[in-house]
C-alpha cells in the first residue's frame, strides 16, 4: 500500500487546510497523526470501515475526518487551526481493524506515508 500526502501549507491562526492522502489501495482503518519537532508522533484523527471515527481532544470539533473509498483518498478538515497544530502530518494505514482502544497507537498501522507540512503563526 502506497500513501502520499498533500494539501499542507502555511497558514496564520485561525484559518484552515484540507489535507488529503491518496492510497493505492482501500484499506480497513486509515489515521491521521503528527510530529512536531522535539516531541513525539501522536496521532490526530482515526476512521475505519464499519463508520467508527474517533480525534484527539486537542483537535475534537476543529478536524473531521473522511474518506472516499472510489477515489481511494482520505482527508482531513482542519478548521480554527492554532499554532499547536503546527507540525509534519503523516496520512498511516492498516489493513484490519484497528481498536478504538489503540486507535493512535502507531504500532497498529503498517504503511505510512512521507508526510506533509502544516505550519500555523500566531
Known amino acids: 500500500v502506497h500513501l502520499v500526502e498533500s494539501g499542507g501549507g502555511s497558514v496564520q491562526a485561525g484559518g484552515s487546510l484540507t489535507l488529503s492522502c491518496a492510497s493505492s489501495?482501500?484499506?480497513?482503518?486509515m489515521g491521521w497523526f503528527r510530529q512536531a519537532p522535539g516531541k513525539e508522533r501522536e496521532g490526530v484523527a482515526m476512521?475505519?470501515?464499519?463508520?467508527?471515527?474517533t480525534y484527539a481532544d486537542a483537535v475534537k470539533g476543529r478536524f473531521t475526518i473522511a474518506r472516499d473509498p472510489a477515489k481511494g483518498q482520505v482527508y482531513l478538515q482542519m478548521n480554527n487551526l492554532k499554532p499547536d497544530d503546527t507540525a509534519m502530518y503523516f496520512c498511516a494505514s492498516s489493513s484490519g481493524e484497528v481498536s478504538r482502544f489503540r486507535s493512535f497507537n502507531p504500532l497498529m498501522y503498517e504503511y505510512w506515508g512521507q508526510g506533509t507540512q502544516v505550519t500555523v503563526s500566531a
Open positions: 476512521l475505519r470501515a464499519d463508520g467508527y471515527t
Open positions: 489501495e482501500v484499506t480497513y482503518s
